[in-house]
């Protein structure tokens, strides 16, 4: 299966820690990336390399993969972090590009 | 960092060909990853293509390919977009992105601010 899996929501309580997870065969074998997506606007890079930030992401933004599994983790939920999460593979046979079908954090 | 910005008309009529440009500034685009993403309202992200290598390849969705050209103007720092026999299923916004991929890791670090395109008659 070229697919990559992720739950259509995800809620959280200020402060607490929210994970959002990415399944996908094989995604061990892979790299995976993470964006934030506000209404209204452009996706940002937040995780790349499953676990690497780019410059001026905030520390509570982290990643992992094991297994087929990849998750993105917020520490210290804030709401300026509802927003729309997609993770994204870019497969080294093919290379094609596969997005998630997206998270929507709520932070209540 | 690169700015990314879309261009072309707002409105298609089902059969004909969608065209866009993107518009490049603050960077080559001799290398990297050129690409088009689009997402349907209310809806997921969708990788269409991109091209590489100073324009001169290309990959595609299979899912798009038979429809998808994807084309570099390096004069201009330009590249675009064309999509063909559009149906109403082709409304979506469409971003224009920098990819960036060594053959393992790939990531898009640049995005434009998208543009709507609805398909009607």
């Known amino acids: 299966s070229s697919e990559l899996t992720q739950p259509p929501s995800v809620s959280v309580s200020p402060g607490q820690t929210a994970s959002i997870t990415c399944s996908g065969e094989r995604l061990r074998n892979k790299y995976v990336c993470w964006y934030q997506q506000k209404p209204g606007q452009s996706p940002v890079l937040v995780i790349y390399q499953d676990d690497k930030r780019p410059s001026g992401i905030p520390e509570r933004f982290s990643g992992s993969n094991s297994g087929n599994t990849a998750t993105l983790t917020i520490s210290g939920t804030q709401s300026m972090d509802e927003a729309d999460y997609y993770c994204q593979e870019w497969d080294s046979s093919t290379a094609y590009v596969l997005f998630g079908g997206g998270t929507k954090l709520t932070v209540l | ?121």
């Open chain 2, 1 to 121: 960092q690169v700015q990314l910005q879309e261009s072309g008309p707002g409105l298609v009529k089902p059969s004909e060909t969608l065209s866009l440009t993107c518009t490049v500034s603050g960077g080559s685009i001799s290398s990297d990853y050129w690409s088009w993403i689009r997402q349907p309202p209310g809806k997921g992200l969708e990788w269409i293509g991109y091209i590489y290598n100073s324009g001169g390849s290309t990959n595609y969705n299979p899912s798009l390919k038979s429809r998808v050209t994807i084309s570099v103007d390096t004069s201009k720092t330009q590249f675009s977009l064309e999509l063909s026999s559009v149906t109403a299923a082709d409304t979506a916004v469409y971003y224009c992105a920098r990819g960036v991929w060594d053959g393992f890791h790939g990531k898009f670090e640049d995005w434009g601010q998208g543009v709507l395109v609805t398909v009607s008659s």
